[in-house]
């Protein structure tokens, strides 16, 4: 089996850290994130949600909104087609570990929709400055200089195997996407109480197992998917520097891209589509499109074409 993985957006991660910052500092507070599984199943974050607006939560306590995961799971399935495949949490002080109540949530949710790993985020903020006559003053500073005072966020983070019923820490591989966790933060399906920057200064944070190098995902690309978010959307799958798109359509047809990305560009190297037992090679006829939306939509068409009798 290969060692437990967590792949994770950098805009996802900051967004946690925001609301951990803002919200979480001294209160359990916790939610939701949503992404895919890479051809290993991984668990792959690409979204990452707040609390729910009847979200309750204290020093010692967090309960969830389920009506507003509910809502969530539906939401980003039709727009983005993602899933729920992780939970982040606050925990207070410095305690790390997924707590018995926690353990019971990824059981309950693994179960419902027949996951094998599930990701689980615990996140927890230390004061940069410990004395009390320190921490009196910096809030006033922050107050009359306008600048918001960062906590120190330490990210640790698992993967709950539900053969076993337990939690195994794993390694965290940062992608630098933004696209889906823009979009969605700017709609209205996020509370404005919780529409907070998708910024977090990297010395502020530290994530425990992550790996010094990760893939990226070009900024050119998160445009071209951008255009195509109203439309019928593509599941996406990370692996490395391989991009993989799909969508399934209507029966059993199958329509894949896959792409190799680098920091500022990503090129096609294979394209498919599956209907039924016939496989047909589609790279030649999208080589020519240079933007992701556009052989998108592209092969798309072939695809329809080809169930509606064409060639």
Known sequence: MKSALLTISKSALFYMSQLCASFGHHNEIGGACFG??????????MLALPPGSKAEFSECSFMDDPDYINDAIVYTK????????????????????????????????ARKFGLQNLGYIILTAQDQYN???????????????????????????????????????????????????????????????????????DDKLKITGALETASSIPENFTEAFGNIVELVPPEFFIDGDLLTAERIFDGDSKLTLRYEVSNDDYMLIKASVDIGRIHKDITGKLRNFTRFDHAYLQACNLVTTTLNGGK
């Open 78 to 109: 039709d727009r983005y087609g993602l899933i729920l495949l992780c939970f982040w949490h606050v925990h207070p002080g410095s305690f790390s570990e997924p707590s018995s109540i926690d353990l019971a949530q990824s059981s309950r949710f």
């Open 131 to 201: 004395e009390p006559q320190q921490r009196f003053w910096e809030r006033y500073l922050t107050r009359f200089s306008g600048h918001k005072s960062h906590p120190i966020i330490t990210v640790n983070s698992y993967i709950f195997r539900s053969d076993r019923s337990c939690y195994e820490p794993c390694s965290v591989k940062v992608i630098d996407y933004d696209g889906i966790q823009k979009d969605i933060t700017d709609s209205p399906f996020i509370p404005d109480r919780y529409k907070l920057p998708m910024y977090y200064p």
């Open 36 to 45: 895919n599984y890479d051809q290993h199943g991984q668990p792959v974050v």
